[in-house]
């Protein structure tokens, strides 16, 4: 590795954290974190769907507009809570200036551990030295890719979070309420 880059990892795994919170700890090099821009649970266990039908795949087709009552500034029951893609771009833009904050004082350390270990040779401390910068290139990567990837969902999120709301309402449109007994309502 060079002075200012460290080897962010392909993919990342999931953080200790949400695998002992899932209970999931002996199973943590099966588990890894989703691209920035989805929305699924890496956990859920992926069951068999049937293949969507022919007109849903086309182009062409597109949901029906939301309708219904609309509250005192005309949005949709549910959609209160509006965060807007200007704060999440401003925080994208903070998970870069930390990645690059971080990534460039970590990387330095590649010189001064070569230097140390070569000064070592013949020495068992001179290949554990090795093996620890090894191990914290590793780690450090890791960290660096996490920020990257904390910047880029926060911008997924920026340029999505309204086509979640359409989605979601769209998905609850067949679910009719209904009453828990014949009393309630009276």
Known sequence: MSDDTLPEPDQLPLTPDELKKRDLEYLSPLYKAPPADAYADPTTPRLLQPEPLPLQQSPLFK??????????????????????????????????????????????????AKTASTAMAGWESASALRVAHKQWETQAGTVAGWLAHIAESLRAGARDHTKTDAAIEEAFRGVKPHRRSLLEGL
Not at 92 to 102: K, L, P, R, V, W
Request: no cysteine.
């Open 63 to 112: 949901p029906p507009a939301p309708t219904g009552p609309r509250g005192p500034h005309g949005e949709l029951p549910g959609q209160r809570l509006n965060i807007e893609p200007v704060i999440l771009n401003k925080a994208a833009g903070s998970a870069d200036e930390i990645h690059t904050a971080f990534t460039k004082p970590a990387a330095a350390l590649e010189e001064p």
